[in-house]
């Protein structure tokens, strides 16, 4: 789908279509993506990609433009990064969500496997997110743990991938609303993310991705919880904060995405697919599949082979 409108531009398409990537240019021997869904406007871009990190990678980047990146289907091992040009900044691991400032070089390693991200990619001329910036600073830039900018991120995923009425608008709307998010979480010590002291850590995060990987049926919300140290009501609070989503929520949206790539790289039956994504039974499975993504799973493969 393409909308066009004084110059802005969305595009959304099957993973399988080859596009130039706004950030990553073209594909190499051993970095291969696919652009997912794009947004192109005078003053921000925004897209998303699968990237395939066939093996580690060693990355030193510069860019003049700032940017957010949030990997929504979570990193391949731990990636690490540091800022050489700042004194005394040491290597730390990235979260699901990073912000690279401006005209300020990052040296990173990317461990191999998938991942999909959706970027969001600034002006040159933007200052809302240029200044000196502080170690601490720094630090909480490679692990962005603030609830209403990744609910924000989120948004406008769904929004990048199902353009509707107005779309360039809502898009360039919400990118205003992250880049105000983003500076005040960074320039405020005492931002939602650490009001109360307490905060799930990105490995904390990723475990409970591990845990909804597993196949079988969900794990509840008291397992996932005792699995944190803490009780249900305080994780599923952080949990929110953290992710932008309840807990229920966010298994069904991993799952299903689980679903989505079993169903479209393998010819398991969708019974299996129903048990290796948590679904007790193929009907419980095809009603939350359709909900999430207007197909029946069948439909769904069927439209991946064409």
């Not at 909308?3 to 073209?26: D, N, Y």
């Amino acid at each position: 789908m393409d909308e066009v409108q004084k110059g802005k531009r969305v595009t959304s398409a099957a993973p399988s279509e080859k596009r130039r990537s706004i950030i990553l240019g073209e594909c190499s021997e051993d970095l291969q993506f696919d652009v997912y869904a794009q947004c192109l406007t005078p003053g921000v871009s925004v897209e998303i990609h699968d990237i395939r990190h066939v093996t580690p990678r060693i990355v030193d980047a510069f860019t003049e433009r700032a940017i957010v990146d949030l990997a929504l289907s979570g990193r391949p091992g731990t990636s690490i990064g540091r800022f050489p040009e700042v004194a005394g900044h040491d290597s730390r691991p990235f979260g699901d969500m990073i912000f690279i400032p401006p005209r300020l070089r990052l040296q990173s390693l990317w461990k191999g496997g998938p991942q999909r991200s959706i970027c969001v990619v600034f002006g040159e001329n933007d200052d809302r997110l240029m200044q000196e910036w502080t170690t601490s600073q720094l630090n909480a830039m490679l692990d962005l743990n603030a609830g209403v900018l990744r609910e924000t991120m989120i948004r406008l995923a769904d929004e990048l991938v199902g353009p509707n009425f107005q779309s360039a608008l809502m898009i360039e709307a919400l990118c205003t609303q992250i880049a105000i998010l983003l500076r005040r979480h960074l320039d405020n010590p005492q931002s939602e993310a650490h009001s109360d002291g307490a905060r799930l850590g990105a490995a904390q995060i990723r475990s409970i991705e591990d845990m909804l990987d597993c196949a079988g049926p969900t794990p509840s919300l008291a397992q996932m919880a005792e699995h944190c140290g803490m009780s249900p009501r305080h994780f599923g609070r952080l949990f929110r904060l953290a992710c932008g989503l309840s807990v229920t929520e966010f298994a069904i949206k991993r799952r299903v995405e689980k679903a989505k790539a079993l169903l479209g790289e393998t010819a398991m039956p969708i019974k299996q697919v129903a048990w290796e994504c948590g679904f007790q039974t193929a009907g419980a499975f095809s009603s939350a599949f359709r909900r999430a993504t207007g197909l029946q799973p069948s439909a769904y493969r069927n439209a991946r082979r064409m």
